[in-house]
């Protein structure tokens, strides 16, 4: 089946490990993943984020609920593979979904093209605010409508599920809409 140009992204991811002052060692892989399909596309079953559809409320300490966003259910998802492999879940940063959403604003807006341009300067800046981070890495997604969508087609990536199944301890998730309102999206991952 061919996707029409409207519906194809390139999904990319780049892992980073090492110190920051010894400079970036980055290496990157872009691999072409259909963003969404006419019909029904047949995927193996172990690799479907499974569970319950997302949670619409969060509850907060006293009880307090607040609606729960689409970066909380990519969280959810992500963590819901990890814990079936066996891994720590992941702790969303708010510095780090701060700069995730900047990137993401920017690849909607055309400022920067779609990909992990720039993704040296972010980690420094997570660096300056956190401290020396260990190692790092990034998935960006476009065109996908809910939590459950992203995060399969970054199972589907080796290089993205590298990532979601990488040693690492925060997070930082953040999205936008283009003019047109199809999202970007940016995951961050550090140690």
């Known amino acids: ?16 490990m090492g110190l920051l002052f010894h400079g970036l060692v980055l290496s990157a892989a872009k691999v072409p993943v259909p963003v969404k399909a006419y019909g029904h596309i047949a995927l193996p ?9 997302p949670v619409s409320l969060l509850v907060y300490p006293g009880n307090r609920r607040v609606p729960a966003s689409m970066e909380d259910d990519i969280l959810r998802y992500v963590n819901l593979h990890r814990d079936s492999m066996g891994l720590k ?13 900047k990137h993401s604003r920017e690849m909607a807006s055309g400022k920067t093209p779609f990909g992990h ?14 401290g020396p981070v260990m190692a790092a890495g990034e998935n960006v997604a476009y065109g996908q409508t809910t939590a459950r969508e992203v995060v399969n ?30 999202p970007y999206y940016t995951q961050i991952f550090t140690k």
């Open 153 to 182: 087609e970054w199972l589907h990536s080796p290089g993205h599920r590298k990532n979601i199944e990488g040693d690492y301890t925060l997070t930082g998730i953040g999205l936008a809409n283009d003019s047109k309102g199809i």
């Open 1 to 16: 089946m061919r996707f029409p140009a409207s519906h194809r992204a390139i999904s990319a991811s780049i892992v980073f």
């Open 45 to 53: 079953a172990r690799l479907l984020v499974s569970g319950p559809p």
């Open 89 to 101: 879940p992941l702790q969303m940063n708010a510095v780090e979904s701060g700069i995730a959403e």
């Open 117 to 130: 341009q720039g993704i040296d300067q972010r980690i420094k800046a997570i660096g300056k605010q956190l």
